[in-house]
């Protein structure tokens, strides 16, 4: 089973450069995640989004961009890449039930120049 | 929204039970209570969660306080496989789809 699948896995940027990130999962979740990790933090949440064709902000959306066109894909978008946005992000998927478990792809290591 | 506070950081020595806690005084009687845990380099991974009864399975027992504002995640053997960064969250509630993880306890096992 694949789970939750990120690419890229490693990328690194210029300044102003723009990029997207795919996540898909393949367990028919409706609720999809995306977060952001610094070096020694926890996570935050960027954008979440509960089924296809909705997005929501999470604690730290202003940069980002999403779209969840297909159900079992969620698209984090850089329009205009700066170093503060150097990160590991993560996604993660669940079902709507409260006690839906949350699986987590493997990361994405973001590096901005 | 409803908030956790755990300890930045605990050590356990090896084969030791280990009990981490989390507070979550503004519960609501909705949310659930999830634990996870970051091994280094990975993403995080469910352990165990639970709503008002504690809760056992193969990686660990969940102990809810009655007013449900503390709860404690009980490993009873660490192992040098257990070092990691635990997250305590709540799950807010039917209709609140937010998942917000805090900076968690980052747990050091001793040999």
């Known amino acids: 089973n694949a789970g939750v699948t990120q690419t890229p896995k490693f990328r690194v940027l210029k300044t102003g450069q723009s990029m997207t990130l795919l996540c898909a999962q393949d367990?028919?979740?409706?609720?999809m995640y995306w977060y952001r990790q610094d070096p020694g933090m926890g996570l935050r949440l960027i954008h979440y989004s509960v089924g296809e064709g909705t997005t929501a902000k999470g604690e730290v959306p202003d940069g980002y961009n999403v779209s969840r066109l297909k159900k079992q894909n969620f698209l984090l978008g850089l329009e205009s890449a700066a170093p503060s946005q150097t990160s590991v992000y993560f996604c993660a998927s669940r079902t709507s039930v409260d006690t839906g478990e949350l699986f987590f792809g493997e990361g994405s290591r973001l590096t901005v120049l | 929204d409803a908030k956790t506070t755990q300890p930045n950081s605990m050590e356990s020595n090896e084969e030791e039970p280990v009990h981490l806690p989390c507070n979550h005084s503004?519960?609501?009687?909705?949310?659930?209570i999830h634990w996870y845990r970051q091994l280094p380099s990975q993403g995080p991974e469910y352990v165990i969660h639970?709503?008002?009864s504690n809760v056992n399975n193969r990686m660990a027992s969940l102990a809810i306080a009655e007013d449900r504002k503390s709860s404690t995640l009980i490993l009873h053997r660490a192992t040098l496989r257990d070092a990691a960064v635990y997250y305590c969250?709540?799950?807010?509630?039917?209709?609140?789809?937010?998942?917000?993880f805090g900076t968690g306890t980052r747990l050091t096992i001793i040999p």
């Open positions: 969250i709540l799950s807010l509630g039917f209709g609140n789809e937010k998942l917000t």
């Open positions: 503004t519960i609501s009687g909705t949310d659930y």
């Open positions: 367990m028919n979740h409706e609720y």
């Open positions: 639970g709503l008002t």
